[in-house]
């Protein structure tokens, strides 16, 4: 199994660009969440899909992000105006049961 | 709210030696998990250890153990055999509601192993 996978693994832009991440979750796997991980704020979590539906977006930060899991082997964080504070290392998991929680490598986003 | 309280910003530990990550909790569910994950200096994080409230005996995974204290609402992970390679950020994590659902994260513990 290729685990979760996430791309890019980098992303450097300037404010006010879109910056679209993706995630592709380990197969058969049922459950999503995207976190976000800063130095002032650790670990936190944006958003968690069950079966490709939004369950909990509380701590999507504002208007200007967005996500979507349009099938169950996918998934988007839109970033749309990015601001120089959204730089922090994003993070995709899924499991499938709740004794386990796998993350991918992350995407390391740079908003100059 | 859930929170997982890890009071040791950073530890060293020799090679060779065995070493305890202290992770206490607050939960007030019946049925709850805890998770440890590592992260390395590259990043990722990388899933070790879990233990269901209702675990008879205390997880095992390799050099990894959990010694769990319900009464005291604690988890502590246990290293033993500590190698070069341990040396990462630790995290504890508890599943929101106990219904091992999204986690919230203490604030990690630097292990450094010492050669």
């Known amino acids: 199994d290729a685990g979760v996978i996430q791309s890019p693994r980098h992303e450097v832009t300037e404010m006010g660009q879109e910056v679209t991440l993706r995630c592709k979750p380990i197969?058969?796997?049922?459950?999503l969440f995207w976190y976000r991980q800063t130095m002032m704020r650790g670990l936190e979590l944006l958003i968690y899909f069950n079966n490709n539906v939004p369950i909990d977006d509380s701590g999507m930060p504002e208007d200007r992000f967005s996500a979507k899991m349009p099938n169950a082997s996918f998934s988007t964080l839109k970033i749309q105006p990015s601001e120089p504070r959204d730089s922090a290392v994003y993070f995709c998991?899924?499991?499938?049961?709740?004794?386990?929680?796998?993350f991918g490598p992350g995407t390391r986003l740079t908003v100059l | 709210a859930q929170k997982i309280t890890q009071t040791q910003p950073g530890m060293f530990v020799q090679e060779k030696e065995a070493v305890t990550l202290d992770c206490t909790y607050d939960?007030?569910?019946?049925?709850?998990?805890l998770f440890w994950y590592k992260q390395p200096s590259s990043g990722e994080m990388i899933f070790l250890i879990y233990q269901g409230s209702y675990d008879e005996q205390n997880a095992t995974e390799g050099r990894y153990s959990l010694n769990f204290q319900k009464a005291r609402k604690s988890a502590n992970l246990v290293i033993s055999a500590s190698q070069l390679g341990d040396s990462a950020m630790y995290f504890c994590?508890?599943?929101?509601?106990?219904?091992?659902?999204?986690?919230?994260f203490g604030s990690g513990t630097q292990l450094t192993v010492l050669p």
């Open positions: 939960t007030s569910d019946q049925s709850y998990g």
């Open positions: 197969s058969g796997h049922n459950s």
């Open positions: 994590a508890e599943p929101v509601g106990g219904s091992a659902r999204q986690l919230t």
């Open positions: 998991a899924s499991r499938a049961g709740p004794r386990q929680q796998f």
